[in-house]
T-cell receptor, first 111, second 116 residues
Framework: RKEVEQDPGPFNVPEGATVAFNCTYS??????FFWYRQDCRKEPKLLMS???SGNEDGRFTAQLNRASQYISLLIRDSKLSDSATYLCVVNTLTGGFKTIFGAGTRLFVKA | GAGVSQTPSNKVTEKGKYVELRCDPISGHTALYWYRQSLGQGPEFLIY????????DSGLPNDRFFAVRPEGSVSTLKIQRTERGDSAVYLCASSVLGLSSGDEQFFGPGTRLTVL
């Protein structure tokens, strides 16, 4: 089983749609959680950190459920510019210090 | 300000050759990370430096891979006896404090390595 697993893509949605991505992680000792965005042939960039209390940044809402080892990202009112790959990221500090990325979920927003 | 830079941007080599990939992190960042990314996959962790020391090198695939950061700034990833399976984009990232702080990692543009 992969340490971080994401919804298989691609997601094809029209502009204005709401789309949700899910991610699960296997190491219960994981410490910090993020969503990164990666455009085609570019480097990943931080979209937002994820907290148990949930956090919102404009049209984006992220949620962490530690009991279920589950992370989510909700995008409301999708824009064409949201088209990208969204990477679920987990930092683990137990048994080593490492950052584990999911394989990513591709999103295509269509006009 | 300047971001993370990586050189070269592209490297084509022949099977069995030695390559060095360089990463210049953002000035003042104590933590540095190397990843490699294959098409359709997320970045795969290779090694994490906190200052000059490797805090975790468990992601290095085998002893052909080695990385150094002698002065706590620039890092070099070294690959000996390259194999075709080493072909990937090698990404470097840096952060201010490191994994225990969970701070943002800033990525460089990557080095695309092709082993023929």
């Amino acid at each position: 089983r992969k340490e971080v697993e994401q919804d298989p893509g691609p997601f094809n949605v029209p502009e204005g749609a709401t789309v949700a991505f899910n991610c699960t992680y296997s190491n219960s000792a994981s410490q910090s959680f993020f969503w990164y965005r990666q455009d085609c042939r570019k480097e990943p960039k931080l979209l937002m950190s994820v907290y148990s209390s949930g956090n919102e940044d404009g049209r984006f809402t992220a949620q962490l459920n530690r009991a279920s080892q589950y992370i989510s990202l909700l995008i409301r009112d999708s824009k064409l510019s949201d088209s990208a790959t969204y990477l679920c990221v987990v930092n683990t500090l137990t048994g080593g210090f490492k950052t584990i990325f999911g394989a990513g979920t591709r999103l295509f927003v269509k006009a | 300000g300047a971001g993370v830079s990586q050189t070269p941007s592209n490297k084509v080599t022949e099977k069995g050759k030695y390559v060095e990939l360089r990463c210049d992190p953002i000035s003042g960042h104590t933590a540095l990370y190397w990843y490699r990314q294959s098409l359709g996959q997320g970045p795969e962790f290779l090694i994490y430096f906190q200052g000059t020391g490797a805090a975790d090198d468990s992601g290095l695939p085998n002893d052909r891979f080695f990385a150094v950061r002698p002065e706590g700034s620039v890092s070099t990833l070294k690959i000996q006896r390259t194999e075709r399976g080493d072909s990937a984009v090698y990404l470097c990232a840096s952060s201010v404090l490191g994994l225990s702080s969970g701070d943002e990692q800033f990525f460089g543009p990557g080095t695309r390595l092709t082993v023929l």
